[in-house]
């Protein structure tokens, strides 16, 4: 069924960017980590990577389900941090962000009435703010270790 509405369809492509965007970012970050000796924050940044393949995968099906057809976006480019602590406070800013972009698609999907693809986005939000808290929890342990 086609979305009466094209602004829910747009959202989902801005989300689906960002989404294809964030794989590159935590790939990327989690082969630095390895390469740095952080074994295990290379296996926490790929299994996040994996949670946001799952989610462009929900957001194309969504998409698609509304008649609508999945971009080729242009993606953002990722890599900003080079230390371990500047690569998870990268991460964790883009994860804040991304909690932001899917609080204003639920609202505006809410505004239309579109209740199944409010219901995709939140899935996805709540995973998203795992990923922040995550984050966060990485950076106060560094933290804590300056201040020892
Ligand atoms: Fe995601
Ligand atoms: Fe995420």
Known sequence: M??????????????LTDELSTIGRCTLYAHMCENLGYQELHDAL????????????ALR???MSLGGNPTVPNLTPA??????EEIISDN????SASIRAYNVAIFLAKQV???DTVKVLTDLLNTEKE???WSKNQLSQVDKKKHK
Do not use: C, F, Y
Not at 5 to 12: R, Y
Not at 51 to 57: F, I, R, T, Y
Not at 79 to 84: L, N, R
């Open 92 to 95: 964790r800013n883009a994860e």
């Open 113 to 115: 009435g579109d209740k």
């Open 46 to 57: 790929e299994k996040q990577a994996i949670d946001e393949m799952g989610h462009a995968e």
């Open 61 to 63: 099906k969504r998409i």
């Open 79 to 84: 890599g900003a941090g080079k230390t371990v």
């Open 2 to 15: 086609k979305s009466k509405d094209s602004t829910v369809e747009n959202l989902l492509n801005e989300l």
């Open 131 to 133: 990923h922040e808290t």
